[in-house]
């Protein structure tokens, strides 16, 4: 069985939890037997020789923007732009010799059996759509049975069963909270739901909003959840030497600080987690973790204060833009406690990752995260801050409450392991091939 599976998270250096989500859909594939096949958008034209245009790729996925950044408009892109014909495009295929070095790239390009790339791919389907309200056709030599497109793009393979991971639909239930153009975004969610082989998502929350919007019955949309799959080195345990890498790293003590990782962004609400932290008045610092998305600055104001000026107790939150996955997940083994009271989301791929490390949660009671936390979570209303610095204080002093969280939250990250995510992929897989 060979199965496709899109590069278009997967390429990104700072990738998002739809980075991740790929990354453990390309394991459970292998797991089942499966074999891969990867798409990218990256810069390939069909004239470069064979032997080139593996060191060609990589050298281009290591210039590979960021989520948010975009190409700069050339003459020859806006020239290809105005001459885009309904026509199938041709990937190229980019050999894999094994003579590359992979080194950091290897969480971007996970083992495959072929690559393909077509230039631009991705950025070229939406204007694509934009022009004849229908996904681009890409093709490749002997098709995959099944080409798995993890996020909603408009595209489709020819000759392969098209499937989409539809992880949640924050543009059009919460359109204040997101910059995308809602009226494109929704009609190729249509397009995808009338035309695809097969939708997936991620949690009951995001498969009753999804089917809801749609008019869709929803068995027609599978819910395969994600995975605690924190990769595959093991994670340091919470002894003597992951107390040293905190202090020579961060200067943080193991179990002395509370941890927010996600995007800087309107629905995250990371402006209420400050202003509850700050009005809670402990003294164990928070260490927020993620790159400014759109509308960043509302979120951090507290933080920044004016005139040069600095609330009493901004000094004690710690800001890190970005961090590599392992050392991501090192400093969520080491916090006493991740805070994510998160105003939507359509898993929540974070507070999963936490439990699966045993780090105690305090979370939003609304959307998938009390379906992804069970009763393994310390649950509040993510619009109420005078709740919220409550429970920050119950956290923090409560080492009881602490350890029964961390104790539930190992045994109900089992409910979401990677041998089940494997097994509820088969499934999908061979439902879509009777």
Not at 95 to 104: H, L, R
Request: glycine fraction near 8%; charged fraction near 25%.
């Amino acid at each position: 069985m060979r199965i496709g599976v899109d590069g278009y998270n997967l390429a990104l250096p700072a990738g998002t939890g739809v980075a991740s989500y790929g990354r453990a859909l390309c394991r459970a594939i292998t797991a089942i037997g499966g074999e891969i096949d990867l798409i990218y958008g990256i810069a390939m034209r069909p004239e470069t020789p064979a032997p080139m245009r593996e060191t060609l790729f990589y050298s281009r996925l290591g210039e590979q923007l960021s989520l948010g950044q975009k190409p700069k408009m050339t003459l020859r892109r806006r020239a290809l732009r105005a001459a885009m014909l309904p026509t199938v495009r041709k990937a190229v295929e980019v050999p894999i010799s094994g003579k590359v070095i992979a080194g950091d790239m290897v969480e971007r390009v996970p083992p495959a059996r072929r690559i393909f790339s077509r230039s631009g791919l991705f950025e070229a389907s939406v204007h694509y759509f934009r022009r004849y309200g229908k996904a681009m056709r890409i093709e490749v030599p002997e098709p995959p049975a099944i080409m798995h497109w993890t996020y909603p793009v408009p595209v489709e393979m020819v000759g392969a069963r098209n499937v989409y991971t539809l992880h949640d639909i924050v543009p059009l239930v919460m359109p204040y909270a997101s910059l995308e153009d809602k009226a494109y975004y929704k009609a190729m969610l249509q397009w995808l739901v009338d035309n695809a082989s097969g939708l997936c998502t991620v949690s009951e929350a995001s498969r009753h909003d999804i089917s809801g919007m749609f008019g869709m019955a929803a068995d027609r949309i599978d819910n395969l959840y994600q995975a605690a799959d924190l990769g595959e080195h093991p994670v340091m345990p919470a002894g003597d030497d992951l107390r040293l890498w905190l202090d020579r790293l961060f200067d943080l003590e193991l179990g002395g600080y509370f941890l927010f990782a996600g995007a800087i962004e309107p629905k995250k609400n990371v402006g209420r987690l400050i202003e509850a932290y700050l009005q809670s008045g402990v003294e164990t610092p928070l260490v927020i973790v993620g790159r400014e998305g759109w509308r960043a600055e509302p979120e951090l104001r507290l933080l920044r204060g004016g005139n040069g000026a600095q609330l009493k107790g901004a000094a004690r939150i710690r800001r890190i833009d970005y961090l590599p996955r392992a050392q991501l997940l090192r400093l969520m083994r080491g916090a006493r406690a991740m805070l994510f009271p998160s105003l939507y989301e359509g898993f929540g791929l974070p507070v999963l990752e936490a439990m699966a490390l045993g780090t105690p949660v305090l979370t939003s009671n609304i959307s998938s995260l009390p379906e992804v936390t069970g009763e393994a979570a310390m649950h509040v209303d993510p619009y109420d801050v005078d709740a919220m610095a409550r429970a920050i204080v119950a956290m923090d002093g409560d080492s009881a409450l602490r350890q029964r969280l961390s104790a539930l939250g190992l045994s109900q990250s089992q409910r979401f392991s990677k041998e089940r995510f494997e097994e509820r992929v088969a499934l999908f897989y061979e439902k879509l091939l009777k």
